[in-house]
């Protein structure tokens, strides 16, 4: 499509406005982080790295963080499992009521968080409370996977869909078994699907608070919920603003990796 001189200006005008709503509010919280007022008169009266280190001290922040990460890990898991078999269900068999066992696996990340959260509390305590199972980082974790495995899903299926059976059909011509095709064929294809899908699923489950609120058990808490609690409390307000900062700049990590290793698998290397 052929633009004029002034519709390609008024794209990039526009381009750059999108851009400046969405980081300008967390460029604030960067520059809040080193301001040295507690009440963050702006601009900034003086720079100051003392709030990185009160946030890097605090042991409450620490423990949030491994729990966040720890939550992270095990959602991702169990997403990585069950969201790929069903995208190979999905991807290359036929079957009545496909259709719909798709949509029933990308709805709940568009369902409302509270009602997600609402549906699994309620589960929990119907169903593994009475065998002994208490709320805990595990019932986090598989409330967590529910919608983690909608990221997986729709990146290893996107890559079977786009990779196509030529190639595991030949495998299988030349005499490979299942398992040697799979191995030697099949998984260097969607290898780099898998890490973008598994990368995005801990970024997800690192951000979630809603689904944590209604799942985690006593003592659990996650780095959202640490934020959350501690937001209006007095003199806590630079430590958020560091904790908050930190965050938005570890995000770009696994963001940054999805989309490096998750094209195309004939142009990216692993």
Not at 50 to 61: F, I, M, Q
């Amino acid at each position: 499509m052929n633009l004029g001189p002034g519709a390609r200006w008024l794209l990039r005008v526009v381009m750059g406005f999108g851009l400046a709503f969405i980081y300008v509010p967390l460029a604030v919280v960067l520059a809040n982080s080193f301001n040295s007022d507690r009440t963050f008169g702006w601009p900034p009266p003086h720079l100051t790295g003392h709030w990185w280190a009160s946030a890097w001290d605090n042991a409450g922040a620490r423990a949030a963080l491994w729990t966040s990460v720890k939550t992270g890990r095990g959602a991702a898991a169990i997403a990585l499992v069950l969201g790929t078999m069903i995208a190979f269900a999905v991807g290359r068999y036929r079957f009545f009521g496909r259709g719909a066992i798709s949509m029933l696996v990308v709805l709940p990340i568009a369902l409302p968080g509270i009602v997600t959260g609402i549906a699994l509390s309620t589960a929990w305590s119907t169903v593994a409370e009475p065998a002994g199972l208490e709320k805990g980082l595990l019932s986090v974790i598989i409330g967590h996977a529910t919608f983690c495995i909608v990221v997986v899903y729709n990146n290893v299926l996107a890559r079977l869909r786009r990779t196509g059976t030529s190639f595991e059909e030949a495998s299988a011509d030349l005499g490979a078994t299942t398992l040697q095709t799979f191995r030697y064929v099949t998984f260097p294809l969607i290898r780099s699907a898998l890490f973008a899908g598994g990368l995005l699923a801990f970024a997800l489950s690192f951000d979630e608070i809603i689904v944590t609120t209604f799942t985690a058990g006593p003592g659990i808490q996650t780095l959202p919920l640490w934020i959350f609690d501690n937001l209006f409390r007095p003199n806590q307000a630079p430590v958020i603003n560091v904790v908050a900062a930190a965050l938005t700049l570890v995000a770009i990590i696994p963001v940054w990796l999805a989309q490096r290793f998750g094209g195309d698998p004939a142009t990216t290397r692993v």
